[in-house]
């Protein structure tokens, strides 16, 4: 079964800084890889997302992530942060080929953003 | 372009009482699903619709029951509410159910006293 680990639970950065989510997952092959953020009140909104290809992902907001087979990690970063920034952002991970029933969500990470 | 349009968005249950939540996308979505957040849980999915005219059980499907009224409507139903039911419940909608990106709703609080 596949499974998605996001390790750090709250990370405070200040504004400018870069910033870096880690996000592990364990799976056989390598599988659908997405990142979502969750703004206070709302429902989760995809930054981007990897099935094949290119490892390095670029997404919505300035985000990228980088997909590493050989760490089974998948994650995401901003060269300099926004106060807007601040969020929850979840990793999901699914079977390649998989419906988007199949996705198992990490337990998400808050970001804080110190002006 | 409202999206996936979920309602109410807040409510009070008191144990053993039923109600529905409903969930409405203007997408032309054939997928939709309906899920629960947790602190510290992530998201769990709840049941799901792959296409209109049917549905199917997801991680944490006891408790509820849902209808795909047609291809825009997905309700979820709580027929005896529990403590445990207290949650964020998510409506979402993806073009159909292979890799494609989820659309989701703002949620809808629950408390069940």
């Known amino acids: 079964a596949q499974s998605v680990t996001q390790p750090d639970i709250h990370i405070t950065v200040s504004e400018g800084a870069s910033l870096e989510l880690r996000c592990n997952y364990s799976?056989?092959?390598?599988?659908?890889l997405f990142w979502y953020v969750q703004s206070p009140g709302q429902g989760l909104q995809l930054l981007l997302k990897?099935?094949?290809?290119?490892?390095l992902v670029q997404g919505i907001k300035g985000f990228e992530a980088e997909f590493k087979r050989s760490q089974s990690s998948f994650n995401l970063r901003k060269p300099s942060v926004h106060w807007s920034d601040a969020a929850e952002y979840f990793c999901a991970v699914g079977p390649p080929g998989a419906g988007s029933y199949q996705l198992t969500f990490g337990k998400g990470t808050k970001l804080s953003v110190i002006p | 372009n409202a999206g996936v349009t979920q309602t109410p968005k807040f409510q009070v249950l008191k144990t053993g009482q039923s109600m529905t939540l409903q969930c409405a996308q203007d997408m032309n979505h054939n997928s939709m699903y309906w899920y629960r957040q947790d602190p510290g849980m992530g998201l769990r999915l709840i049941y799901y619709?792959?296409?209109?005219?049917?549905?199917d059980k997801g991680e944490v499907p006891n408790g509820y029951n849902v209808s795909r009224l047609n291809k825009r409507e997905f309700s979820l139903r709580l027929e005896s509410a529990a403590p445990s039911q207290t949650s964020v419940y998510f409506c979402?909608?993806?073009?159909?159910?292979?890799?494609?990106?989820?659309?989701f709703g703002e949620g809808s609080w629950l408390t069940v006293v």
């Open positions: 979402a909608s993806s073009v159909g159910t292979e890799g494609n990106t989820i659309y």
């Open positions: 619709s792959a296409s209109e005219g049917t549905t």
């Open positions: 990897y099935f094949s290809g290119d490892t």
């Open positions: 799976y056989g092959a390598t599988p659908y």
